[in-house]
């Protein structure tokens, strides 16, 4: 469960990460100029989700003609 900062209106969680993969978020980050890593796997989160939902549509889609 996330908990809110006293000092931020946002929430926050501890994510442990594989090396690699946080060296790929902050590749990310660097290229697309964000100012730091909390916008940048925010953003690729987003974009996560989206991928997936639109993922889920085409499948239900398709089964739908099956």
Do not use: C
Request: proline share 2%.
């Amino acid at each position: 469960m996330a908990h809110v900062r006293k000092d931020s209106s946002r929430p926050t969680t501890t994510i442990s990460w594989d090396k690699d993969l946080l060296t790929k978020v902050d590749d990310y980050r660097f290229e697309k100029r964000k100012d730091n890593r909390s916008m940048a796997i925010n953003e690729l989160a987003a974009y996560g989700l989206k991928y997936v939902e639109l993922v889920e549509k085409q499948r239900a889609k398709k089964l739908a003609k099956a």
